[in-house]
């Protein structure tokens, strides 16, 4: 992943297009609601402007699925661009058609235009040859700095790369820097925490670690599919019934490969799927029928913070309860205060929603890097090749 960067080019004066990652929240007057992937991109914006570029700017956002949706315009980012830049950020009517091409062909050094959201045009998720061409005859350079979309090969994150000198941006070097960093070369011990739903999304992650890490915590739905290959009666836990043996395989992998794999020990079960259901704490293999697990016990809190607290690198992805409920996000939230707390340890959130939950206590500050790419950094982890890093030139 040793990628070219926008310091390894000559750029001055040069007419540059960059994917940008602006898929903000917005309300439903319209208004953004969080500009923190508007705030990420400044950096590389800023440095072309130093460089007396000509920037473009595109980005997706939403899913209009191929066609023109006004709830979906990028009007909203270019208006916060502009503020946050306090510099005119012109607005394309279109993505590569007449408004577009009229924008970018009278640019000065200095001037700043933003295409319309690059999936109003059918072509952009088909990575069609004829829209790639159509963006790389807009400028002389192509930047991806987009990495929650470097795993899609779309026109404008992989296709328009084959006609155009392609490289990244700050926040692409950022994400490879500690991700790949984690990876290859970690301060030990290491350590992971997988959380999420369904084994069967993230037993490519677990295999991959498994190969890394010192110890590898699992929580959040995928567990009860573990505690049921253990032969633990699961209740109405979410379990998947077919991954059971890919469960029991990652068990003996990690006893094969000498890495300590952490199950909770107890959990806080429900009467039902509702921050108003009732509650109590049991043990793993004590879950009664008409129950389902929704967060990690106390005993299994103080048993995963006891083996955290000894780790100079943590990796972390997917929350171990059902954290969008207050009353089962006490796992999730115990654990990123603690991270919080490990100034001497690098953290490493893995976007999605455990990054959710670190911003949702206020304490993005306190990690060393939280992925701006949920679906890309849990490819990115897995090993598999993500197109819209492939395609930029190697140095």
């Known amino acids: 992943m040793n990628k070219k960067t926008i310091r390894?080019?000559?750029?001055?004066?040069?007419?540059v297009l960059v994917r940008c990652d602006f898929n903000v929240p917005l309300d439903e007057e319209g208004n953004i609601t969080d500009n923190r992937r508007i705030v990420g991109a400044l950096p590389t914006i800023q440095y072309l402007l130093e460089q007396n570029c000509k920037v473009i700017l595109c980005s997706h956002?939403?899913?209009?699925?191929?066609?023109?949706?006004?709830?979906?315009s990028l009007k909203p980012v270019a208006e916060e661009l502009q503020r946050l830049l306090k510099k005119e950020v012109k607005l394309a009517e279109d993505v590569t058609g007449p408004s577009a091409r009229a924008l970018t062909e009278n640019m000065r050094p200095g001037d700043i235009v933003l295409l319309e959201n690059v999936r109003f045009d059918p072509r952009e998720e088909k990575n069609e040859e004829s829209l790639s061409?159509?963006?790389?005859?807009?400028?002389?350079?192509?930047?991806?700095d987009a990495f929650g979309t470097a795993h899609r090969a779309h026109s404008s994150t992989e296709g328009v790369a084959k006609f155009l000198p392609?490289?990244?941006?700050?926040?692409?070097?950022?994400?490879?820097?500690?991700l790949?960093?984690?990876?290859?070369n970690p301060k030990r011990p290491f350590m992971a925490i997988l959380g999420g739903k369904k084994v069967s999304e993230k037993i490519g992650v677990i295999d991959s670690?498994?190969?890394?890490?010192?110890?590898?915590?699992?929580?959040?739905g995928m567990a009860y599919t573990f505690f049921k290959s253990m032969g633990y009666s699961v209740g109405n836990s979410i379990c998947e019934l077919d991954k059971l043996d890919l469960a029991r395989g990652a068990m003996a992998k990690a006893k094969e490969k000498g890495v300590k794999l952490m199950l909770p020990v107890d959990n806080i079960i429900a009467d039902e799927f509702s921050n108003d259901a009732n509650v109590k704490a049991i043990q793993s293999d004590q879950i009664p029928d008409g129950w389902e697990g929704l967060d990690i016990g106390p005993k299994t809190i103080a048993m995963f913070e006891e083996e955290l607290k000894k780790a100079k690198t943590i990796l972390w992805n997917g929350p171990v309860g059902l954290s969008e409920f207050p009353k089962f996000a006490n796992g999730t939230d115990s654990l990123a205060r603690?991270?919080?707390?490990?100034?001497d340890c690098v953290t490493i959130i893995g976007g999605g929603d455990s990054a959710a939950a670190i911003e949702r206590n206020g304490l993005?500050?306190?990690m060393t890097h939280i992925s701006t790419g949920g679906g890309a950094s849990l490819e990115f982890l897995e090993g598999k090749k993500l197109p819209g890093i492939e395609c930029l030139l190697d140095k």
């Open 364 to 366: 993005s500050d306190k």
């Open 209 to 220: 670690l498994l190969e890394k890490v010192d110890t590898l915590i699992i929580g959040g």
């Open 166 to 178: 392609a490289v990244s941006g700050f926040l692409i070097e950022k994400e490879l820097n500690f």
């Open 133 to 144: 061409k159509e963006f790389a005859s807009l400028a002389e350079v192509y930047v991806n």
């Open 61 to 72: 956002l939403g899913r209009p699925k191929g066609e023109v949706k006004p709830e979906f």
């Open 8 to 15: 390894d080019i000559d750029l001055k004066n040069k007419k």
């Open 180 to 184: 790949g960093n984690a990876l290859e």
């Open 338 to 343: 603690l991270l919080a707390s490990m100034d």
